[in-house]
């Protein structure tokens, strides 16, 4: 029998979408506890730039996967999941809603669905197919993937050679499509019941949202943050190279004027927010979309409370409107 796992509310969506207000509203009004899925509010001094609350913002709501790791520790998708299996088990023995909320896609899709059954990397295998990326281009490699895998291919842009290589490496390894393989684990019963949410907030709007919140980041010393996390840990630490951050330590180290930092975060922060949402328009099981203030809204809240009302610990169990 699988395993029974309590069912979880996943407010998930892009970068400055409002996923943590949103989050923190529900907590308080139905009683829950917040379980981060942000591959970088896990490490402790990842606090500015990370957007991480503070404890005057969370107002006594427990977050659990924030501060937990130090920044030269690594983690992956799965031992994330393990990480946030103990954290929400714990949330639910305590007769709290647990809602994991976060923005990193890969994390979240290991939490609710696992991953995908592949063999390991084959490094020689891998030292190939990177080399003829770099001779004859990374098009020519997903011209390739397309013959092979068209349903990897038409998920994955023709200048992405990193998950192009992976694609055409699992094929050659397993002789079976990376696209099929995925196909058939989403079929597949969920990790957990899960309410999966995803926030949808317009171009226009997020994209002042970034803006604005990059300013505020700014002001708010983030360079000095930088510096300190740069000074301690050295600035080959995976976390000093996310978005927004591997800008700063072009300011810090290398002295680009702050303006021109800043130009370059929101661009880069603007990009990934639009690959946030690419990811989750592919990811099965999300049946509301709301934006945010629809979710803290009566209606919104009554209908997460509906939902929890009516749900029942079942691995297999999945809710989608």
Known sequence: MPETRPPILVLAGPTASGKTAC?????????????????VQVYRGFAIGAAKPTAEELGGVPHHLIDVLDPDELVDAM?????????????????KLPIVVGGTGLWLRALVRGLVDVPPVDRALRARLESEAEAHGSDELHARLVEVDPLAAARIHPNDAVRI???????EQTGRPMGELRAEHALGAPRYGA???????????LAERIAHRTRAMIDADWADEV???????????????SVG???MVAHVQDGVPIDETERRIVKSTRAYARRQ???????????WRPRPDEVAAPAGLEKIAAWWRG?????GRAETW
């Open 311 to 315: 749900s029942s610990p079942d691995a």
């Open 227 to 241: 510096r300190g996390l740069a000074e301690r840990w050295g600035t080959s630490i995976r976390a000093l190279g």
């Open 165 to 171: 290589v992976r694609a055409l490496e699992v094929f």
């Open 195 to 205: 309410l999966f949410v995803v926030l949808d907030v317009p171009k226009d709007t």
């Open 23 to 39: 989050a923190l509203a529900v907590a308080r009004a139905l009683g829950g506890e917040l379980v981060g899925a942000d591959s």
């Open 245 to 247: 951050y591997s800008e």
């Open 277 to 287: 949402q690419t990811w989750f328009r592919s990811e099965p099981g999300i049946g």
């Open 79 to 95: 031992g994330y999941a393990e990480m946030a299996d103990r954290a929400i088990a714990g949330v639910a023995s305590r007769g």
